[in-house]
């Protein structure tokens, strides 16, 4: 687990990252005083708003890099590789919040049948990945909650971003994984 003042220091590195890609084109070094523990392989998403809507989310659901590799690329990539949106300008950068989310391990959610998922998710803590063949979708934990979804809602909406029909998590061949985030704003 980070303390605040971790997640505090991760958000001050995100906002480095795409003020200086911004303004410059350059990637940031890795910060001198980075802790050791935060070169631990770790999952992690970046999420911007402006105005209180979403401007870019991006991030690496599996821990293939260290956690403060994965929030310099997360961040520059919500910033400016986002397909949703246009790339973030310089007149924009002050009117950004920015959200990090450092995810666990994802865990395969073991069930006897598909009906069984939603008794299986708890709204509020975990996140989901579905994954059917090639596609593969991702909702983090807190948007279950901001957008007041149930468990099936949930499941529904994770197949979608899937790209697979909403009802897809009812098969057999769909693997459910589910996963917990730290957010810092």
Request: glycine share 6%.
């Amino acid at each position: 687990m980070l303390t605040q003042e971790d997640g505090d220091y991760l958000l001050k590195i995100a906002k480095e990252a795409i003020e200086t890609f911004v303004k410059t084109n350059r990637k940031i070094e890795i910060p001198s005083d980075c802790p050791n523990y935060m070169k631990e392989d770790l999952g992690v998403f970046v999420t911007l708003n402006k105005n209180q809507n979403l401007r870019g989310c991006i991030g690496y659901p599996e821990p293939i890099m260290p956690l403060i590799n994965a929030i310099i690329d997360s961040a520059i990539s919500a910033a400016v590789r986002d397909p949703r949106f246009p790339q973030v300008s310089e007149n924009e950068l002050e009117d950004l919040d920015y959200e990090i989310t450092v995810l666990t391990k994802p865990q395969l959610i073991e069930v006897k049948t598909p009906e069984e998922y939603p008794t299986k998710v708890n709204i509020g803590e975990d996140g989901l990945i579905v994954e059917k063949g090639f596609f593969k979708g991702l909702l983090l934990p807190q948007v279950a909650t901001e957008y007041n979804m149930s468990s099936e809602e949930f499941l529904s909406h994770t197949c979608i971003k899937a790209g697979i029909r909403p009802n897809a998590w009812l098969n057999e061949n769909v693997e459910v994984y589910k996963f917990q985030g730290q957010i810092f704003k």
